[in-house]
């Protein structure tokens, strides 16, 4: 079997700066088609896959071909036609001329086999989702299909004068881009003449760009009984150059009937705190009387139907100006909105009638701990996500689809091409329904609008911004038809064939035995991310706009869950009580096992996680090995920003493991005794690759398991000579010891140093430098203390390590007791170095000397190389860096003072 260029050699630090750059390119990128959730980097896609079909390279040629992959990689390289041809040559000479057969079958957003297909290979991608399977049809499937570019003769405007010698011109054309941008402003239009009225221009040509509203609570005190508008904070704009904000404004009245205005200000009249509200965590402070609500009465008065909102300000825009301008919302605009809501009721039951389903969505919306809490408020169904004005907007927009649908068949459009030209208008109202739901908050320092899903949930927003659609501004109707456009535009060159599209549940492919040439894909990692229920709040209005042409996707009320691969109990134990642990492992073997069994032989298979649980690597491991698939190489690709990462207070994983295997042909069973040795090599072989290439922390820990399991892989079992089998939590047990220790000898840049360092302070240095100032689950702890020598149950709460539920924490000296400066046992070099650090804040010299002298550390090169690598690792702006970095410049006046006191015999 031929080795590949990735089981040989990968750019992996370029490939990771452009995947992790890739999340601010905007234009033509597929992610502005439709929101799909933690979807992988095209750059890192193309670089992988690339990499997985062409043969391993020759010593000479590693740097330039590695210099390729990474000018491929890029995404202003997307479509650049003199790299692709290069690759698709490449790769079609690796494989005897024939496209390869790649598949994914968890398929997703569509990031791997859409740079499949680009190229070059024989695409097929596969989901169980009909929302992901309908994303993947306009991306891999439409536009290369009906998106080729064609030739039209048009005359020029002074054809008629007989001197023109060329009075025509031929121009190409994409006819799939023309005709949705085409039927996408007619639907706009439509819609427009029906609704438009409820979206009024200012006088002054100003058009609203949205309405800001606060839902609002009764202050319980029987003396006020005011209506509280829930405000988080009340910046409207906040930029260097322009500040606006909302002043709230208690009017308290002898007869009890209190109110709460509220005045616009700017700039130097804001003389007041914005960021301070009136409610923060669902607590609410009454800004007439002082009185509170607690979260449960907040709660109860959304439960109970007593909450409402009100209309506070609405933002403006002038099309011949820059900028955005606000006033306050008039009993006008109240009277417009409420206009808005009677029309919704006949406008409902005429589609009720037309349609045989309640246009607006009734299905139900679960509550799910740390998914979903909306229905803690009262938001039961899918449809009360949006206020009266934004459901007529939704639905006028829906019924416009249908009839425009209708009108392009009449034109004589072939079938299959008017569904796919509906699809895209229908992944539009996606959009709008995605920025105008009643989750939706006002970007301040954008001046913009933030849309549904910020974050992986669905969270209560208590002052949102109703969007209008018809503005011509950041998430109205036009833009969204613009993103699309440009979506299509950028895939219709990216090939000339179209990928095969299924929908099946990844345990049961279609496909024969030995099919496919490689299989790339990135499956679900455990309970990360609740897919089905997400997708859920699109599939209600998809089926509702363009179900009734695809009934094979839209048979169920709401998107399948039974087979989803997918850990739930902690999420929500009522609905799945069977999807446990044991479902999640059972399914993704499963999944493994119809992988190896669709691969070719002499196949590859190229498998992403990025999971920082231990656990389920645990899970992988099993499955792989049960599955006859071993690893062969692991890449750790980055795939988010380092500036994210810093604001995170629990550690996250910057980067996706991308696992790359072969089916195992032969049942041999190793001796661990025998190939220890050989493992640990492997280890620190790669590791050396991976701290070359920028790889630390927490990914630096996962990044070893792949260079571990290219070895135990290749064997069916790996048993001691006393006949145990190694299992994987064993084989993950071993790999954090030699990982703690390489990292250490790293990081300390001295290894001789490290036989002088006391096992806490091992564990202290490699969190910092693993987890920063991140709380981890107990049980990740426990791990990095056990392979660093210590029981982690021993320390916590006693010392620098403490125990809050299921988390633990390292403290920083600033948070240690505040009796601990005057203690006298001190049991390590992280208490001495602690003690240090709070004398030093005080100035407190001599005393730090005296300390140093009496524990022996004054001229203890290891010890003192500890603090240096704590500052080291600590990020730019942490307080101990501060501190570790001041010490650390006094460090010859301690010891001068310190050797000059032992001379003159005071110690």
């Known amino acids: 079997m031929n080795q590949a260029a990735i089981e040989q050699s990968f750019p992996i630090q370029e490939v990771s700066e452009y995947s992790a750059k890739e ?344 509550l799910m701990s740390g998914v979903f809490n909306v229905p803690l408020y009262g938001m039961n169904t899918w449809g009360s996500l949006f206020n009266s004005r934004q459901k007529l907007a939704l639905i006028t927009f829906a019924d416009a689809v249908k009839q425009a649908h209708q009108l392009i068949l009449k034109e004589g459009y072939d079938e299959d091409y008017a569904k796919a030209i509906a699809t895209y208008l229908a992944l539009i109202i996606d959009r709008q329904i995605d920025y105008n739901s009643t989750l939706c908050s006002w970007h301040n320092t954008g001046e913009k609008i933030n849309h549904t899903f910020t974050r992986q949930a669905l969270g209560m927003v208590w002052d949102y911004l109703e969007l209008n659609p018809l503005s011509h501004s950041t998430g109205d109707f036009n833009s969204a038809l613009e993103w699309v456009i440009r979506v299509i535009n950028s895939n219709s060159i990216s090939s000339l064939s179209f990928a095969t599209t299924t929908q099946s549940s990844a345990t049961n492919l279609f496909y024969p035995d030995n099919y496919f040439d490689a299989i790339i894909t990135d499956p679900p990692y455990y309970n990360s991310v609740t897919y089905a229920d997400l997708s859920d709040f699109f599939y209600v209005w998809l089926s509702r706009t363009i179900g009734e042409y695809y009934p094979e996707l839209f048979a169920t009320p709401l998107t399948p869950k039974s087979e989803e691969i997918t850990e739930m109990k902690g999420w929500d134990s009522v609905r799945y009580g069977n999807k446990d642990k044991q479902f999640f492992e059972d399914k993704i073997g499963q999944a493994f096992q119809e992988i190896s069994r669709t691969l070719k032989p002499s196949g590859i298979a190229v498998i992403v996680f990025a999971h920082k649980s231990t656990d389920a690597w645990e899970t992988i491991i099993n499955a792989l090995s049960k599955a006859n698939l071993y690893l062969t190489a692991s890449i750790p690709i980055h795939s988010e920003m380092k500036a994210r990462l810093r604001g995170q207070e629990s550690a996250v994983l910057a980067s996706s493991i991308y696992m790359v295997c072969r089916k195992r042909t032969s049942e041999e069973t190793a001796y661990f005794e025998e190939i220890e040795t050989q493992v640990q090599e492997k280890i620190k072989e790669r590791l050396d690759h991976f701290w070359s290439q920028g790889i630390s922390g927490s990914d630096f820990f996962i990044s070893a398991i792949g260079p571990a399991l290219e070895v135990f892989g290749k064997y069916q079992t790996v048993e001691t000579y006393a006949g145990d089998t190694i299992e994987a939590a064993t084989l993950l047990e071993f790999i954090r010891k030699t990982v703690s220790e390489y990292a250490l000898t790293k990081i300390l840049k001295n290894p001789q140093e490290l036989g002088g360092i006391d096992p806490q302070t091992r564990f202290y240095l490699l969190w910092r430098w693993t987890f920063g100032n991140s709380k981890v689950i107990f049980d990740e702890g426990r791990k990095l203390a056990s392979a660093c020598g210590i029981e982690i149950t021993e320390y916590w709460n006693k010392g620098f390590i403490k125990k809050d539920k299921e988390f633990i924490t390292v403290l920083s000296p600033k948070d240690r007791d505040k009796k601990f400066i005057d203690q006298e046992k001190l049991e390590n070099m992280i208490d001495i170095l602690h003690q240090m650090l709070l004398l030093w804040e005080k100035n407190n010299r001599e005393k730090i000397t005296e300390l140093l002298t009496n524990t022996g550390q004054l001229n203890n090169n290891a010890f003192w190389q500890v603090a240096q690598s704590i500052s080291e690792v600590l990020p730019d702006g942490d307080k101990e860096k501060q501190m570790l970095q001041g010490l650390l410049y006094g460090r010859e006046s301690y010891q001068k003072g310190g050797n000059e006191g032992k001379q003159l015999g005071l110690f």
Not at 93 to 109: T, Y
């Open 23 to 366: 999340k601010n390119i905007r234009h033509g990128h597929i992610s502005t088609l439709h929101i799909w959730w933690a979807r992988r980097p095209l750059a890192a896609s193309r670089a992988t896959i690339y990499a997985a079909l062409v043969p391993a390279f020759t010593e000479s040629e590693i740097k330039q071909k590695n210099q390729f992959i990474a000018e491929l990689s890029k995404w202003e390289n997307a479509n650049n036609q003199e790299l692709l041809n290069q690759a698709r040559a490449d790769i079609l000479k690796a494989n005897n001329g024939i496209p390869p057969k790649v598949l994914d079958p968890f398929s997703g957003g569509g990031s791997i086999p859409l740079e499949a297909l680009r190229l070059g290979c024989e695409t097929y991608a596969n989901d169980l989702n009909p929302v992901a399977v309908l994303i993947e049809k306009a991306t891999l499937e439409f536009p290369q299909k009906y998106g080729q570019l064609k030739t039209r003769i048009i005359e020029l405007a002074d054809a008629k004068n007989k001197e023109v010698q060329n009075p025509t011109l031929e121009q190409e054309y994409n006819p799939l881009l023309e005709d949705v941008k085409k039927w996408g402003n007619w639907v706009l239009e439509t819609a427009k003449k029906e609704i438009g009225t409820f979206y009024p221009h200012e006088t002054d040509g100003r058009i609203p760009v949205g309405y800001i509203w606060a839902r609002t609570v009764t202050c319980q005190n029987p003396d006020c009984r005011v209506e509280i508008p829930l405000m988080r904070q009340t910046w409207l704009a906040k930029k260097d150059n322009k500040k606006v904000a909302l002043k709230i404004i208690p009017i308290i009245h002898e007869s009890g009937n209190n109110q709460i205005d509220f005045e616009i200000v700017a700039n130097d009249n804001i003389d007041f705190d914005p960021t301070t509200g009136t409610v923060a965590r669902a607590k609410v402070i009454c800004p007439c009387c002082g009185s509170s609500l607690t979260d449960k009465d907040t709660r109860k008065q959304f439960i109970d139907g007593i909450a409402s909102q009100r209309m506070v300000a609405v933002v403006l825009h002038n099309p011949k100006q820059s900028g955005k301008t606000y006033r306050l919302a008039t009993a006008e605009d109240m009277e417009i909105f409420n206009d808005a809501q009677s029309y919704l009721e006949s406008k409902q039951n005429d589609l009720w009638d037309k349609w045989g389903i309640d246009p607006i969505p009734d299905e139900e919306l679960p």
